[in-house]
């Protein structure tokens, strides 16, 4: 067997990423949402509390790969918004050892987050999901 990785390894990662991404993603909403995991539960009509429902809902559905593609691109989304809103305003100059570099303004969970939802949104949740299930009624 070579260095390669084969379609089999590729596939049972990305389902691996999928879920566990989904899982950790979720939990950032149940911590808006509903006051867990050492969080404050907010309004959920506020900014906060939209962003903790699309967390915890957008994360379940990862989860269970279902709607991959479109909540993925949602998600992507929702990241790149946090990462700027939260994160990337505190400096614009990336000579300043002050805030651009996402380890230091402590925003590299919402990049990492971000990529990661654009991967699957590029590539769908993979063949242990609920997508792939259902796929494969519709064909049958």
Known sequence: MGFGASSAWQNLTLNLL????????????AQKLFGVFGGTQVDWLSF????????FFGGLLVLLGLFTRPVAFVLAGQMAVAYWIGHGVKSFSPFEFGSFWPTVNQGERAVLYC??????????????????????????
């Not at 999928?18 to 909403?29: M, T, V």
């Not at 906060?48 to 967390?55: Q, R, T, V």
């Not at 990529?115 to 064909?139: C, E, N, P, V, Y």
């Open 18 to 29: 999928r879920i566990i991404a989904g899982f950790l993603f979720l939990q950032h909403g």
């Open 115 to 140: 990529f990661i939802f654009l991967l699957l949104w590029t590539h769908g949740g993979g063949s242990f999901s609920l997508d792939a299930l259902l796929g494969k009624r519709k064909a049958a």
């Open 48 to 55: 906060i509390g939209l962003a903790g429902i699309l967390e």
